[in-house]
Structure formats: structure tokens, C-alpha cells
């Protein structure tokens, strides 16, 4: 058996590999992965390597990567993900250089390693875009599944919109709320305090009362006069 898979169906066949190697008793002769993210820890390399060793498969698998791709780098390994070998470095343009095949020995060779990946670079391995569905024939995705997906992702895009209407009204319903709240707290504060209110409705009573004294006193000298 030989497995090959691009991007998601790169870890779907890490795991479909391991499974036919270690569960069922398969013999996967190799395993050709395309633009793989990073599938499990350090825990589930070695259990890949101990199956695949049994088997003789060596290497594991191929892993190959595109230099820039932005895929092969997530997970981050910080959050404790690694890579399986063996891996074989293809660079930005695939007739520009040959490919570097990297430390089989190491699941991830640093002297392959490169950052600020790119999503434009994730399609066109070997100059195929086939993998891209935005820009497959008919031929490889009927219409009908392509009509679904592209109302997917309408959907997702509406549900997206909704969560950030629901979110932003829910903030402004918590200033709100938060704002009456210090009021009344500042209005009790005083009140025990005895300090003076300046809370604006308050202030435009007074300056209110204030001018029509003032307009009285200037009648009153008027008639005095």
C-alpha cells in the first residue's frame, strides 16, 4: 500500500499510515506526504517510527515541503508538536534549485528549518494547483460539491458577521452598565462624604437656576432705574 495526501489529507495520512501499520496489520510500503502540518508530539513520532521500523520502511515516510509554505509550520512546535522525517526541502521555485533532503535522522532538521511562511506558497507543488479549490477543473470537484462548498463558506462567513454584531452589542450593553453603576457608586460616595455632586444632569439644574437669578437681578436694576 502507498499513501499520499496534500495539506489535511497530508495528516490524514499520517494517521491513516500508522493505523494500517500498527492496528491492522498492513504493510505500507511508503508514504508520500504533501505541505503536512505538524500532526502529534514527541510521543506520537516515536510510536510512528517503532511501526514503521517493523515494517522496514525507510525512510518513515517522505515529507515534502515547499521552502515559504505557511502549513508545514503549525502547530507551532512551542505547544510541543514535531514533524516526522524524512523531509525533502523544495525551494520557493520549484525549477530554481535542486531539493535539499534533509537529516532523516532528525524529525526536523534546522538546517531546513525557515519562518514568515506564506499561504500563496501552500498550492502549486510540482506547478499543480489542483490541490487549490478555488482554482480546480471541474473535472477533479463536481459542481454540485463545489456549490456546497462555496455555501459553506458563505454560512461561515455569516456566522462570523453575527458573532461580531453579538459581541460588539454586548460590550456596549457592559459600558452601559458599568457606567450607571460607578455613577450610583460616586452619588452614594458623596452623599456619605458630604462632597459635592457634579454629576452632569445636577450641574445643568444649577446653571440653569444660576442664570435666571442672574436675569432676575438685571430686571430688578432696571426697574430701580
Known sequence: VVIAGHSLGASIATLASLDLRACR?????SVWTYASPRVGNSEFVETYLRYAHEQHAE?????????????????????GFQHLPAEALYPTNFSS??????????????????????????????????????RASLACIPPKALQQKQHQRQMWLL????????????????????????????????????????????????S?????????????????T
Request: charge should be negative; proline fraction near 6%; hydrophobic fraction near 30%.
Open 25 to 29: 496489520g498492513v504493510h505500507v510500503a
Open 59 to 79: 525512510p518513515p515516510m517522505w515529507r515534502v515541503v515547499r521552502r515559504g509554505d505557511l502549513i508545514p509550520l503549525l502547530p507551532p512546535s512551542f505547544l
Open 97 to 134: 534549485s535542486p531539493v535539499t533532503i534533509c537529516n532523516s535522522e532528525l524529525s526536523e532538521d534546522p538546517s531546513c528549518a525557515y519562518s514568515n511562511g506564506d499561504m500563496k506558497y501552500h498550492h502549486g507543488y510540482f506547478d499543480i494547483y489542483d490541490t487549490d479549490e478555488d
Open 159 to 206: 456566522q462570523d458577521l453575527l458573532y461580531l454584531v453579538c459581541s460588539v452589542c454586548a460590550l456596549c450593553l457592559a459600558l452601559c452598565c458599568c457606567g450607571r453603576i460607578l455613577r450610583r457608586m460616586y452619588q452614594a460616595f458623596c452623599m456619605s462624604n458630604g462632597c459635592k455632586d457634579t454629576d452632569p444632569e445636577d450641574s445643568s439644574s444649577s
Open 208 to 224: 440653569e437656576g444660576s442664570s435666571e437669578d442672574a436675569r432676575g437681578l438685571i430686571g430688578a436694576s432696571e426697574q430701580q
